[in-house]
């Protein structure tokens, strides 16, 4: 059987490691040309193909997909900061906000304005950002000396928000005062409609409409409608509001409602995240009553037959210390305490051995974080074309919890590690993270676990003389005396894509994953292209072997991706993809046409206290 498997494995991660090596000598190859002589010629030589490309309609278009000139790399955080830095200290006189229309007018030119009947009635229907929004957004206000950390930092945090596409601060010179600036806060939409939905073959769809900036004061809205032909209730819906940014706060509260086949029950959340190193005080409240579900939380591995009548409730409150608030490189050292309530109703009708997973419990947590962040720019990377802002530094943290538990009370103790940077010269973006924990109950370990990941992401290089990404994950994951019940799977995307199967379990997991991702300069009806391939392995089963001995499973295969970032839309993608050694309940081939969620970065920011999530 090992034989067997080692040979299964050396099918697939053969073509991985091909894939890696050719990045690397691809990668060099290029870094060893730095001459200018080199460079003209280089522009030289596209200049003509270019020109000759364009003498045929059929040459031109195969130019616009098949070439892109190479780019030199440019450090956006430097240019900003240099652009800021000349005004460092000056007295802000005066600030400004103007939002943009979501089509026509761009930072270089906002007076243009939309041309096709389309845009104009989208320019119509959306409303746009209002503008004492964007300014409880600003940290600072007319009477501060401008700050060029705090401009680039405010950027970042303007540009996360969902309905922004993207951002610029305009600094003035005062034409009398050289003491003095005046600030234009220019901002530009992203049309705040949306909607998206699915078919799960014969028997249930759903379809969900939202609008992420409600009247313009960045509230956010959805309205979905679930139906199943078996299952009661045949049409349920399921709404959510949210409110961000309360005075200026950056205090957010959430509510929703759910009334659908699979749930009933409702949600609140109250959070005020460390968004930024200057919060001293973060804390959060989560509320859910759910009379009717088949699992916790929305990704909880766990599901049961039988549905659970449950609530849960969780509290925090932390302290933010900065060690060193005159660098850059500004460390927080945080303290944390929360509280986290399960409670069961009905006892619900299930297995013996899952007893003790549903028991009723309450977790009293404190935690000590030590975490630094501070961000570069950069592009195309979860995103298409826009100013994406990525996280270094690193967060480690220690955690310490007592469960007051219906079956006996017990401790419990982790610990987290992760640091992520841009690499020397740029080679790309590193993240590596480790943890260890779990609960002691009567001098014996149980639910515990191991932990760890790498994630690399290469810099934009030239394959093909194309702009290409490499994507590259290893994740491991062992439980520790974990419950009958709790166990792993490869069904997610985050494992192996389009994986699904209710037969491959276990209590120990190691995922690889491979994607190269080419981006199109093209625009198929304004919508931005990336195709991409990709090889995910994965092995899986118990906990008590070498994981290396355990059953192996892979998916190799190619796909595009659509994304329009005029909107808050989800990323449509089609993907084709093999499965060699697929399971009995799996096709060899599987084909997709759905709809995902852009990937984000680990963000080092200081959270809630909470058990390491086993999934």
Avoid at 483 to 502: A, H, M, P, V, W
Wanted: net charge positive; hydrophobic share 40%; charged share 25%.
């Amino acid at each position: 059987m090992m034989v067997k498997n080692l040979y299964k494995f050396s099918i697939v991660v053969l073509f991985f490691l091909i894939q890696l090596a050719s990045l690397y000598a691809q990668t060099e190859v290029q870094d060893s040309i730095p001459s200018p002589q080199n460079d003209k010629m280089e522009e030289q030589f596209y200049d003509s193909l270019e020109y000759k490309a364009n003498q045929q309609k059929l040459t031109r278009i195969l130019y616009d997909f098949l070439v892109t000139p190479p780019r030199p790399y440019v450090d956006k955080k430097a240019l900003a900061l240099d652009y800021y830095g000349k005004h460092d200290g000056k007295l802000i006189s005066e600030i400004k906000i103007k939002a943009l229309d979501v089509f026509g007018p761009n930072f270089n030119d906002t007076t243009r304005k939309a041309k096709s009947l389309f845009e104009k009635t989208a320019n119509t229907i959306h409303t746009k950002s209002n503008l004492r929004t964007i300014e409880k957004l600003l940290l600072f206000k007319a009477g501060d000396f401008l700050d060029p950390e705090l401009m680039f930092e405010n950027e970042r945090l303007i540009r996360e928000l969902p309905y922004i596409k993207d951002m610029r601060f305009v600094v003035e010179q005062d034409s009398l005062y050289p003491g003095l600036v005046k600030i234009m806060v220019l901002t530009k939409d992203r049309f705040s409609f949306g909607a998206s939905g699915g078919v799960n073959g014969m028997k249930s769809a759903d379809i969900v409409v939202y609008n992420k900036n409600v009247f313009g004061v960045g509230h956010e809205l959805s309205l979905g409608f679930v139906g199943h032909v078996n299952r009661q209730p045949y049409l349920g819906f399921e709404t959510f509001y949210k409110i961000k940014n309360i005075d200026g706060k950056f205090l957010d509260i959430s509510a929703g409602y759910l009334n659908t086949y699979k749930n009933e029950g409702l949600t609140f959340m109250v959070d005020k995240p460390f968004i930024t190193t200057k919060i001293k005080w973060g804390y959060g409240l989560t509320a859910i009553r759910m009379f009717r579900t088949d699992k916790i939380f929305e990704d909880d591995p766990v599901l049961t037959d039988i549905p659970l009548d449950l609530a849960y409730y969780c509290g925090w409150l932390g302290r933010s210390f900065n060690l060193n608030p005159e660098r850059a490189k500004n460390t927080q050292l945080v303290l944390t305490a929360g509280m986290n309530n399960w409670t069961y109703y009905g006892n619900p009708l299930i297995e013996p051995y899952s007893n003790h997973f549903f028991a009723d419990r309450t977790l009293y947590m404190a935690g000590i974080t030590f975490a630094q962040r501070r961000y570069i720019q950069d592009q195309l990377i979860y995103s298409y074309g826009i100013t994406e802002d990525i996280p270094e530094g690193f967060k480690n943290e220690i955690l310490y919890g007592y469960d007051a538990n219906e079956f006996g009370d017990r401790h419990y103790a982790h610990i987290f590690l992760s640091n992520g940077n841009l690499l020397i010269n740029r080679k790309g973006y590193l993240y590596l993270s480790a943890g260890i924990g779990g609960y002691i109950r009567n001098k014996s370990y149980e639910q515990g676990q191991i932990q760890g990941s790498v994630n690399f992401i290469s810099r934009m290089f030239n394959a093909g003389r194309k702009r290409l990404r490499l994507f590259t994950n290893v994740d491991y994951m062992l439980g520790i005396n974990r419950f009958e019940i709790e166990n792993l799977t490869l069904s997610r995307d985050d494992r192996i894509r389009g994986f699904r199967s209710k037969e491959v379990i276990g209590q120990q997991r190691l995922s690889m994953k491979l994607e190269h991702v080419l981006f199109l300069r093209r625009e198929l009806y304004k919508f931005n292209m990336a195709f991409y391939g990709f090889a995910d392995v994965g092995i899986i089963g118990s906990s008590n072997q070498l994981i290396f001995t355990q059953d192996y499973y892979s998916g190799l295969g190619i796909g595009l991706r659509l994304h329009n970032e005029n909107f808050v839309l989800q990323t449509f993608r089609i993907r084709l993809a093999f499965y060699p050694f697929h399971p009995d309940d799996m096709n060899l081939v599987g084909f997709i046409l759905n709809e995902q969620m852009k990937g984000r970065f680990y963000s080092f920011e200081p959270t809630a206290p909470h058990p390491l999530p086993f999934e």
